[in-house]
């Protein structure tokens, strides 16, 4: 049994819609050709079900849909639900409809687990997740605005692997991340000091698209193997990222 990831989805149907049957007139609210993304939800569809079994995991770090509401955001969980495998999700900065983890919870279809500022236990290893933020020296990033968010979002991944560890101190963790927890401007980052001091072993993360690819921090950094997801920067299909063979990650 594998543990898969992809971040960054970005689906928006207007309707239920069969894996095989998509009219993307009438069925996609948001298209993303803008974007070079064209029909990207047949090449995710095709490259998921030729690598993620049924017994497999899939980790999805954010971003998942357009939607502004849950009711719509139904419509892409129930498309990807069709696909095989577990699902565990995480917010991005994107996820408008998410108002109450309550909520989406009790909403999601079956074999689907919604993480926010928790954990969970997937295939003896601890699954910790929360969105993170900007860091302070990224583009954009303002003090005045932004420091309460960052700092929040470091304590609620702090939360969740203090959860994690206190109950299952001797598993290897993965944390789920939507921001890079590291960056080529980032002047701190109080989430890479939590993967270290918790000890993470593997930290997923999407959110950098296009050009931003070529900054992304990946590989092993002081004990922690990071990897970005984002679904253009594995060419739309799940990585495997852990298996009980190998115990590490690994590309395609």
Same mark, same amino acid.
């Given at each position: ?65 357009? *939607?502004? %509401? !849950?009711?719509? #955001? +139904?419509?892409?969980? $129930? ?8 699902? &565990? ?64 979002? *470091?304590? %609620? !991944?702090?939360? #969740? +692997?203090?959860?994690? $560890? ?8 993965? &944390? ?77």
């Amino acid at each position: 049994m594998a543990i898969f990831s992809i971040a960054d989805l970005h689906l928006s149907f207007q309707r239920p819609v069969d894996l095989y049957e998509i009219d993307p007139e009438r069925d996609i609210g948001k298209p993303m050709e803008r974007f070079g993304w064209d029909q990207h939800y047949h090449r995710i569809r095709d490259l998921w079900m030729e690598r993620v079994r049924e017994e497999d995991t899939v980790l999805i770090p954010g971003d998942i849909s357009w *939607a502004l %509401r !849950l009711e719509e #955001a +139904l419509y892409d969980f $129930r498309w990807i639900d069709q696909l095989p495998g577990n699902k &565990v999700f995480s917010p991005g900065n994107h996820e408008y409809y998410v108002h109450s983890k309550k909520k989406i919870r009790e909403a999601l279809p079956e074999r689907m687990t919604w993480l926010d500022a928790d954990f969970t236990v997937v295939e003896n290893k601890i699954v910790a997740a929360t969105r993170g933020w900007m860091l302070p020296g990224d583009y954009g990033y303002q003090e005045s605005e932004d420091r309460k968010i960052y700092e929040r979002q *470091a304590g %609620r !991944l702090k939360m #969740a +692997l203090e959860a994690g $560890r206190k109950k299952h101190s001797d598993l290897p963790t993965i &944390v789920m991340l939507h921001y890079p927890p590291l960056t080529q401007t980032g002047k701190e980052s109080k989430f890479f000091d939590l993967l270290k001091e918790y000890g993470v072993s593997l930290c997923v993360y999407g959110h950098l698209h296009g050009k931003a690819h070529e900054d992304a921090i990946e590989g092993n950094v002081e004990g922690v193997e990071l990897r970005l997801v984002a679904c253009d920067a594995i060419q739309f299909g799940p990585v495997r990222i852990w298996n009980d063979e190998q115990k590490k990650a690994e590309t395609y």
